[in-house]
C-alpha cells in the first residue's frame, strides 16, 4: 500500500527542531489549509483544516533554518489522524503529516522576516526513503 499526501498552506508557528536520544534532528511546524467557497444560497463559506508537519534528519534540519510563521509552504509526505480527549473531556482530532519533502511557495520577506529567499521563488528539499523513520 502507498499513500502520498500534498498540502498547500500558510505555517501557523515557526519551525522548532530537537534531536532524538539517538542523535537524529527532527523539527517540527503547523500549517493551515484553507478552503473557500460559496454556499447555495451565495453566502460566502470558508474552513481551515490544521497539519501538524515533522520533518527528519537533512530535511528537518532545513526546515529549522527556514521555515517561518506566515510562510506559504507546500508539503508532501503522509499522513495519519490521531484521536484524543482534550481536558475537558471533549474528543478532538488531529492530522499529523511526516514529510517526505517541501517547496517554499512565499518568501521569509512575504511572511515578515526578512529577504533570505527571494520573492516567488520555490526550492524542492528530496528526502531519500532510507531517511523516512517508520
Known amino acids: 500500500m502507498y499513500q502520498k499526501v500534498i498540502i498547500v498552506g500558510n505555517v501557523g508557528r515557526d519551525a522548532e527542531m530537537r534531536y532524538t536520544p539517538t542523535g537524529v534532528p527532527v523539527t517540527s511546524f503547523s500549517v493551515a489549509v484553507n478552503r473557500r467557497w460559496n454556499s447555495a444560497s451565495g453566502e460566502p463559506q470558508e474552513k481551515t483544516t490544521w497539519f501538524r508537519v515533522t520533518c527528519w534528519r537533512k530535511l528537518a534540519e ?73
Open 62 to 134: 532545513t526546515a529549522g533554518q527556514y521555515v517561518k510563521k506566515g510562510m506559504r509552504i507546500l508539503v508532501e509526505g503522509e499522513v495519519e489522524a490521531q484521536a484524543y480527549v482534550d481536558r475537558d473531556g471533549t474528543a478532538r482530532g488531529t492530522l499529523e503529516l511526516t514529510a517526505t519533502t517541501f517547496k517554499f511557495l512565499s518568501s521569509r520577506a512575504e511572511a515578515g522576516e526578512g529577504a533570505a529567499i527571494e520573492s516567488g521563488a520555490t526550492e524542492e528539499l528530496p528526502v531519500h526513503e532510507d531517511e523516512i523513520p517508520f
